[in-house]
């Protein structure tokens, strides 16, 4: 038997066919494990935003629960509110300290952290309507932002 002939008796994979099938399966990989790695980045940066607006969410409900309900509302400076009910005897204030919103039960002295990422809150009186009170929270976790202004209706004042 020749060498041409045992040649083309041969039924195994040949080196370059075993060649093809490693680079087309090492760029499956690569491809496959890029999208799982640029889908787990995007789920990092969607889970950050939504905390961000899990805090904005929770600063602004609370303080508009308070500032709503008031009777008299003081602010004190751009960044500390006193809201008073004189009906139900309670004062509470609002303040930023460093990073934090704190809650401040006037009566009792407690304090409580809203917020841990508070970059920045200001409080003003609408010149047009001073039942209205303005307020702006910027909120802050690493390189994200988020900001919003809102304006609170006092009902009892």
Do not use: C
Not at 8 to 20: N, R
Not at 48 to 69: G, N, P, R, T, Y
Not at 111 to 130: G, R
């Amino acid at each position: 038997m020749t060498l041409h002939k045992a040649l083309k008796k041969q039924t195994g994979v040949g080196l370059i066919e075993l060649m093809v099938v490693l680079v087309l399966g090492s760029l499956g990989i690569f491809a496959v494990s890029s999208i799982v790695i640029e889908s787990y980045k995007e789920w990092k940066r969607s889970n950050e935003v939504a905390a961000l607006q899990v805090d904005f969410d929770l600063a602004s409900h609370m303080i508009k629960s308070i500032v709503e309900e008031a009777s008299e509302v003081e602010i004190i400076n751009v960044n500390h509110i006193v809201a008073r009910s004189r009906s139900a005897g309670w004062i509470q204030e609002f303040y930023q300290a460093s990073n934090k919103l704190i809650w401040k039960n006037s009566r009792t002295g407690l304090t409580q952290n809203v917020i841990t990422s508070l970059k920045k809150i200001t409080f003003s009186v609408d010149p047009a309507n001073p039942r209205l009170i303005n307020t702006t929270v910027e909120i802050e976790k690493g390189r994200r932002k988020i900001s919003g202004a809102f304006s609170i209706y006092r009902r009892n004042s």
